[in-house]
């Protein structure tokens, strides 16, 4: 992602909240105040979003739920229309169809970000497949 310099005015109390913030982070202030636009507008045009997880893991949530990618991954295993595979998911869970509709909207904004957590967890599940079968052989 390409930067540019950019100014803002804040007042004392922003600045000092924010230095205060990025020195307890371990990050400039500038990579705080950047994730903090980004996660805020993401949060404002999704409501019952929010992020988790530490600074270099940060996770797109259900508010009081589970992740956007394990919502979308669960989707994925499941058969039937949208609608269909909501409704499954909302039996099975206890989401409302409209938590699930949320993460569904914030994932397809967000797809590259949904699609590689995903695939991470993917590659990790095989990893530790592999690493079982492993100790099972070794012990055969």
Request: no cysteine; proline share 2%; glycine share 4%.
């Amino acid at each position: 992602m390409s930067s540019r310099s950019t100014s803002f005015r804040l007042s004392d109390e922003a600045k000092q909240r924010l230095a205060k913030r990025s020195d307890h982070e371990g990050v400039s202030a500038t990579a705080l105040l950047e994730r903090l636009i980004v996660e805020g507008v993401d949060t404002l045009d999704h409501p019952g979003i929010v992020y988790r997880g530490a600074l270099h893991d940060r996770r797109a949530a259900l508010t009081a739920g589970p992740d956007v990618w394990e919502v979308v991954a669960r989707l994925r295993e499941l058969t039937g229309s949208e609608e269909e595979r909501i409704a499954t998911l909302a039996k099975e869970s206890e989401l409302h169809p409209r938590q699930i509709r949320t993460a569904i909207d914030f994932a397809a904004e967000h797809r590259e970000q949904i699609d590689s957590r995903i695939r991470r967890n993917e590659e990790a599940a095989e990893a530790s497949r592999r690493a079982a079968e492993e100790r099972e052989a070794l012990l055969a």
